[in-house]
């Protein structure tokens, strides 16, 4: 039995997919949770923040993929409740039920120069793990994307509504946007292998520049608009007046997207047997 913590979102409603039926698979959802795509699962109500409702959901469980993130948090302590608050109950609940496999989603925003609340409690999420005694491997993704994924979804409408394109600063800067069904294979292939006490970064190989892949975007969408550059302390100041708003733009948003990637795959390709596939074949699949 496998029980996958954040079930109901992007990832965990494809992830789902990928194993089953290979799997028995038990789902942590939240009461507000939208269940469609998880049909076939055993459903255990309950909160990443709710100790008793972890200890009932490891119960008579192999393994746990943990893919719970505070994705619309918009303080420093949202985020560290859901992350670090989070992995020390989970990790609790996993250590009184005899649970030992665990393999958890991070990001590469851990791996930035410059953190936003998010990815400091990621980072610090990930050391609650690696010292809890458990046999853990934790996989971090860049940007996700595919059919059904709110964050790509809202880029493209963004380009196909919009007159202009707001970019936050140059554009200039490099990510390692990853196709859903590669980050479905890495959880898949970590749970299965000898990967336990290791990290791994879970992006496409050949970094590409924001403005390139907005530009690939509309070719595939066949518009043209033009793109205009908010600088990003701007950008930074924008999010923090308006947080208390109901609004995507973030500081985790703001700083997840302007920061420079160039990450090595090598061990995901060479130890997961992950290939990742390109942008441009991956938006065939995600807007084909």
Known sequence: MILITGASGFVGRNLVRHLNPRSSIRCLVRKTSDARGLEGCELVEGDITDKDSLFAATR???????????????????????????????????????????????????????????????????????????????????????????????LVEVIRRHRFIPIVGNGRYRRQPVHVDDVCKAFFRALRSESIGKTYVVASEKPIEFNEMVDMIMRKLGVRKRKVHFPVLFMLLAAKAIKLRKTKLTQTVVLGIAQDRNEDITPLVKELGVHPIGFEEGLKKSLG
């Open 60 to 154: 008579d469980v192999d393994a746990v993929i943990h893919l719970v993130a505070a994705l619309g948090a918009s303080t420093y302590k949202e985020n560290c409740d859901v992350h670090v608050g989070g992995a020390k109950n989970l990790a609790e609940a996993c250590k009184a039920n005899g649970v030992k496999r665990l393999v958890v989603a991070s990001s590469v925003a851990t791996l930035a120069e410059r953190k936003s609340d998010y990815g400091i409690t990621k980072k610090m999420a990930d050391e609650v793990f690696m010292a809890s005694g458990l046999d853990v491997t934790i996989l971090k993704p860049d940007f996700i994307y595919g059919r059904d994924g709110k964050g790509f979804l809202t």
